[in-house]
């Protein structure tokens, strides 16, 4: 294990919320919104989002609605799961692509030439 991976988790649970209300916080008074303001546009009470943004445990649902409220929902990137090939599926992918076109002249009539 690297050390940044010990010091991630080597920090607490209340921690890591108090660095979510920070960052919520952060960004609301970055866009001129008061916490009202902010809350009505994530549609919640304002004591939900104060006690977001003093690092207490809310709900999951009310960090994703302040956070689209934000704009800010690209925080979520990280943890979105991509589809991804095994070796075996892309080997069966490669075999199948087509490599040339050939036309088969047999079932289409031939012209005759002028000359």
């Not at 549609?43 to 999951?60: A, D, F, W, Y």
């Amino acid at each position: 294990m690297e050390q940044s991976d010990i010091d991630i988790y080597s920090k607490s649970d209340l921690y890591y919320l108090a660095t979510i209300g920070k960052y919520v916080r952060s960004n609301r008074i970055s866009q001129n919104k008061t916490q009202l303001e902010l809350a009505k546009d994530a549609g919640m009470n304002r004591t939900t989002l104060s006690q977001l943004e003093k690092g207490k445990p809310v709900n999951i649902l009310s960090l994703i609605q302040v956070l689209r409220a934000l704009k800010k929902l690209h925080v979520f990137q990280e943890m979105e799961v991509k589809p991804q090939l095994s070796p075996m599926q892309f080997a069966a992918l490669e075999q199948k692509q087509r490599l040339r076109v050939k036309r088969d002249n047999s079932k289409s009539p031939k012209q005759k030439s002028d000359w």
